[in-house]
């Protein structure tokens, strides 16, 4: 009889959040103890009425009374903000802490369940992008695993299994392209939402859709790959295949290469990071070698998809400037999906934030949310100026 593992999931109403809610459906001994969600009243309590946790975080404190009515008929804990957050992110019972919020917020959490003592199903990139040097050191001195679960940084940890790092060459970090692959700046000029959200392989919340299609988001991974495995910059080299079925390749000091391949399933990597280092039969489509004719290879363009070239600069230059590109990303990409700025002011305004932001070298939590806050207030002050 297998012994229940406990998971505690923050970001449960979001894409990796739900996809993780269809795995627990499939293995009954996952328990979940604790869920989350940024505003979605809605789902959240449907969760919590089929899933029983012992406490449940709206972040949204605007939003606790209706979370507290919808489920007064429950014994289930309600909480909200960032407090809340940290309280389900350390809840005692919780084995594993599935971090799936989108953005900054991801950080006090994580740093609260590592101290906590719990393992990490990491899914909430911007963590180790702003403060990966906090977060890693820290995982390593309370023994706690950090488990990925991006598809290319499982796919690194998978190729990984029984090498050391000390013999890798190079990561070889493949991404698809996304849907504009080709274009010249000129042609994404008048690039509209509906384009942008339209992925050619992967389904996705609407923020990674779009950091996707910029290529912000191979950027970001980049920077988190660093830490995760850690490896230098320079050691990482992106590569287009997109096809999506390379998830990603470690290339080992003797040329060899190993790579982790699948059709793009989201699940896979988050059962991956959940029963590690046990693998799970996982229904779903399977890659047909007999009708596969070809995987390619390119190279990415960094003239015309600027994202990337920035992340890769902001990583060289480190500090606080990772920060600073993430935070102008966020907020931006929140501007294009109100439809309040042109696809292309997405890369410009992180551009203009990583040029004007006060270069701090090793900045603590407090100094890497002050980042945020002052990346925002240039964006707004730009975008105020030129509207006079």
């Known amino acids: 009889m297998n012994i229940k593992k406990n998971i505690s999931i923050l970001g449960s109403t979001g894409s990796i959040g739900t996809q993780c809610l269809e795995i627990v459906d499939d293995n009954d001994d996952l328990n979940v103890v604790a869920l989350s969600a940024g505003s979605n009243v809605t789902l959240l309590c449907e969760q919590a009425v089929k899933y029983k946790p012992e406490i449940v975080c709206i972040y949204d404190d605007s939003k606790v009374t209706d979370v507290k009515d919808k489920l007064k008929d429950t014994d289930i804990k309600v909480v909200s903000g960032m407090d809340g957050l940290i309280e389900i992110a350390t809840v005692e019972s919780a084995d594993v802490v599935l971090t799936s919020v989108v953005g900054m917020i991801g950080i006090k959490p994580t740093i609260a369940a590592i101290n906590a003592g719990k393992d990490i199903a990491l899914a909430n990139k911007e ?17 706690v695993k950090i488990l990925p679960v991006d598809s290319e940084h499982s796919a690194i940890f998978q190729s990984l299994n029984g090498e050391s790092n000390e013999k890798i060459d190079k ?20 690039v509209t939402l509906a384009d942008a959200l339209n992925h050619p392989n992967w389904s996705m919340g609407k923020k ?9 988001n191979k950027g970001l991974e980049v920077m988190e790959a660093r830490w995760l495995f850690d490896v230098s ?25 190993i790579a982790q391949l699948g059709t793009p399933d989201m699940r896979l990597p988050i059962q991956y990071a959940l029963f590690y280092p046990e693998r799970r039969f996982l229904k779903g489509d399977r890659v047909d070698f007999k009708t596969l004719k070809s995987i390619t290879f390119d190279t990415p363009d960094l003239d015309n998809f ?10 060289r230059r480190g500090g606080n400037i990772p ?31 990583m040029n004007n932001i006060e270069f701090i070298d090793n900045p603590d939590v407090d100094q890497i949310l002050d980042t945020e806050k002052k990346a925002y207030e240039l964006i707004n002050e730009k975008l105020d100026n030129n509207r006079k």
Do not use: W
Request: charge should be negative; charged fraction near 20%.
């Open 127 to 143: 963590t180790l992008v702003c403060a990966g040097h906090i977060i890693m050191p820290l995982a390593r001195k309370k023994g």
């Open 233 to 257: 910059i320079d050691d990482i080299e992106v590569v287009i295949q997109p096809q999506s079925l390379i998830h990603s390749m470690v290339q080992y000091v003797d040329g060899a290469i």
């Open 323 to 353: 920060t600073a590109f993430n935070a102008a990303n966020e907020l931006a990409v929140s501007k294009f999906l109100n439809e309040e700025i042109k696809y292309l002011e997405i890369v410009d305004l992180i551009e203009y934030v």
């Open 208 to 216: 990674i859709t779009i950091d996707s299609s910029t290529m912000v």
């Open 171 to 190: 990561i070889l970090l493949t991404a698809s392209g996304g849907p504009f692959r080709g274009y010249t700046r000129e042609q994404m000029k008048n």
């Open 306 to 315: 600027k994202g990337l070239y920035l992340a890769l600069a902001a990583a």
